[in-house]
């Protein structure tokens, strides 16, 4: 094999974007999106548990205030997420046919 072409997909290899699924992976958007929505559950979980245990006097100030700032970020990237989806598929409708 030529030492270019090595080269070429060494540096083609490197150069693939992050976001991008790695190839042999199995892994769809389907798949990622559902665990990304698990961990939006799990972070919603975890922060209403601290809330309970704060209103009964289990957890410290600091955690309560820690896990509704955590919970307050899941949902502002939920939202964003949202509406960058609405907003690709307004101009997908836009778009002429």
């Known amino acids: 094999m030529d030492i270019r072409a090595l080269n070429a997909a060494r540096n083609y290899a490197a150069a693939r974007p992050a976001t991008e699924p790695v190839p042999g ?15 939006f559950a799990e972070t919603f979980r975890e922060g209403e548990q601290t809330a309970l245990a704060a209103m009964v006097g289990e957890a410290d100030t600091q955690s309560l205030v820690q896990a509704l700032a955590q919970t307050e970020l899941a949902v502002e990237a939920a939202v ?6 609405v907003e690709a598929y307004q101009e997908i409708l836009r778009m002429p046919v």
């Open 80 to 85: 964003t997420v949202r509406d960058k989806v």
């Open 25 to 39: 992976s199995g892994q769809g958007i389907g798949d990622r999106l559902g665990e990304v929505t698990k961990d």
